[in-house]
């Protein structure tokens, strides 16, 4: 379970302290109505979240913390989106936000470049886009908030697969759709890790669930079939690490095939109780609904405006800093294992 490098893991002791107090203390926010942020001129900010697709309970997380960032900075939240986790889907919501006239579109962009038109037109009549989670190129918004460092994102789960498989074999990937910004990152990120420092691991396919729970759990069988060698899946989706968890449980690979990536330890619990799962990883989505709301809030304030070195304070987070290319990070990802996954509720 010491699976990640010394490095990783000292800044993931120190993300413990911080996902421990956000898990516990996330979700009784307060719910005074007067901001903590700078007052009058948020009062009748409107901003609406747009997920990849609607019905994963990652985005309902994140929303969550969306939600309790604008009761804190005294804004209005709305959550819309698509039932498929497509850039057609979004592009229509991202329509009726410019119409509407809301103040800021919060973003997880199903492909890097094809919603980029609709999020121009926003942006000419007024609206603020921030992505969040998953980016579109940078000119087609204001400010990403990324959930943790791509590279340390990818390097946790080599680390993870590499132990959990002793550096050798076939493994596989299951991601979620084929355009989506952020799983593509990772894994080309992953590829590069793997061909450095694991010479006897060999990726044989990835293959994409569309961040569909069905498709996913029939990707993870059709890998199966298609390999009996395989020693190992990486899903970097936790909509894809359920269902293949899911598929994995009630088979004979259970504890056969190794199975780890991106999940949230609410859908992972049973499995990693159960043997099927031993660690995975992933960030508090919470606390990247809330930043990212209250990032659109500093925006829309003209407290920032995107540019390298521009400051805000972002509620019971604290202050961030905007980084190169317009990007806010929320910190590092954290690893989670039978001997902890009971202290979080997300
Ligand atoms: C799914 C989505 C999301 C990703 C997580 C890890 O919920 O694909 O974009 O960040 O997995």
Known sequence: MNTLSRASRATLVAATAALVLSACGGSDDDTSSEGTGDGGSSDDMTVTFLPKNLGNPYFDTSSTGGE???????GTFEEVGPQEATP???VQYINTAAQQGVSALVVSANDPTAIGAALDQARDAGTKVVTFDSDTEPQFRDVFVNQADAEGIARAQVDLIAEQIDGDGQIAILSASANATNQNAWIELMEEELAANHPDIELVETVYGDDDDQMSFDRTAALLQTYPDLEGIVS?????????ARYLSDSDFQGEVALTGLGTPNQMREYVQD?????????????LGYLAAFTAHALV???????????FEAGRLGEYTVGADGVVLLGDPF?????NIDDFDF
């Open 88 to 90: 057609d889907g979004q």
């Open 301 to 311: 304030n003209g407290d920032i405006t995107g540019e390298e070195g521009d400051t």
């Open 275 to 287: 043997g099927t799962v031993e660690a995975f990883a992933l960030w508090n989505p919470e606390d």
């Open 335 to 339: 690893v989670f294992d039978a001997d």
């Open 68 to 74: 309790a960032a604008a009761e804190e900075f005294g």
């Open 236 to 244: 970097p989706t936790t909509v894809g690490i359920a269902a293949a």
